[in-house]
């Protein structure tokens, strides 16, 4: 009889050498071992946090959570921040002023709150974040000549697009969570690498980010966030980073229904990337961070046609 162990010691099969069922018996025991070794492959390995602090707002739609909490000893100093909620009955329990403890998940590209426990009811006035309802611009709106200044510290303007799609995002170069500024800078750089793998789109699309923390992120500051993100320099003939003064931000965040503010000395922001047509008016706006490198180029490559 042939014996056939599958693992490390945790069970072995034994085929007879002869019979009818021989070759059925072969058959199972190769498909345990495809399946031992699919078992075998580990998973990204998740890293666990302690958090604590308190509840700034809730968004019930996103199922996201903002706490204003205290350090992450091993991963990040006190902030407020936005974070997703892994447990869904939370949304309907939690309250601005709340104090809570949970753990911070962190695992590839994605982060959220689990075991999410209200250890205080709030006292007092709650926090409350933002400025009333926000407001959009929709596809077919002129888009404003916004001015900026580039990571070389030169002055440019939306306007000077024109004639090219114009692929444009926000961020802060200090967002510490793998899900929202990283992952638009990631998608960006995905984008960017594919346009340089397309002779016919080189041309005909610009990628420009813009960081709302201009007090920070100055040109030498987004020229080397930029580097790390592009591969090289080089590409800043395609895809800029870029900022200007705070009343320069403010208007072209505000336009695009991005909405951010300052809380312990952090900013809390929302999500949002435009995709602006050739004539300079909008194609597409992203809310969030669920859209995809490979859905922005399919819309980019309907603007522009063969």
């Known amino acids: 009889m042939d014996a056939h ?3 490390e010691s945790q069970f072995s099969i034994v085929v007879p050498a002869k019979g009818p069922d021989f070759r059925n018996r ?3 025991v190769v498909a345990c071992l495809v399946f031992a070794s699919c078992r075998e492959r580990p998973p990204v390995p998740a890293q666990r946090y302690e958090i604590k602090g308190k509840v700034v707002s809730v968004d019930k739609g996103r199922a996201q959570v903002t706490l204003a909490h205290e350090e992450i000893p091993g991963y990040m100093p006190a902030m407020t921040m936005p974070f997703s909620a892994k447990d869904a009955w939370a949304m309907s329990v ?3 002023g709340q104090l809570v403890q949970a753990a911070l998940v962190v695992q590839g590209n994605r982060s959220w709150l689990e075991e999410i426990t209200i250890t205080q009811a709030p006292s007092g006035r709650a926090v409350q974040g933002g400025n009333g309802a926000v407001q959009e611009p929709n596809p077919g709106d ?4 916004f001015r900026l200044t580039n990571q070389d510290g030169k002055r440019i303007h939306l306007g000077e697009f024109r004639g090219r799609a114009l692929l444009l995002t926000f961020v802060y170069t200090r967002c510490p969570l793998p899900d929202y500024c990283p992952r638009m800078s990631n998608n960006f750089a995905e984008i960017y690498r594919a346009v340089k793998r397309d002779p016919r789109l080189l041309s005909k699309i610009h990628l420009l980010t813009i960081s709302f923390d201009p007090e920070f992120d100055k040109p030498q500051v987004l020229r080397s966030y930029g580097t790390a993100y592009a591969g090289g320099t080089e590409a800043f003939k395609q895809w800029e980073f870029a ?6 931000v403010k208007k072209i965040a ?3 229904g991005l909405t951010y503010w300052q809380e312990t000395g952090q900013i ?9 047509a050739p ?3 909008l194609a597409q706006l992203y809310r969030g961070n669920d859209w995809t490198p490979q859905q922005v180029l399919a819309q980019v490559k309907r603007l522009i046609g063969p």
Request: charged residues 25%; glycine residues 8%.
């Open 142 to 145: 002129e888009i404003p000549d």
């Open 254 to 256: 505000m336009f695009f």
């Open 243 to 248: 900022s200007g003064s705070p009343e320069d």
């Open 279 to 281: 004539d300079g008016k």
């Open 5 to 7: 162990r599958i693992g």
């Open 268 to 276: 809390i922001h929302s999500l949002r990337t435009a995709l602006i």
């Open 94 to 96: 939690l309250a601005p």
């Open 26 to 28: 072969k058959l199972l």
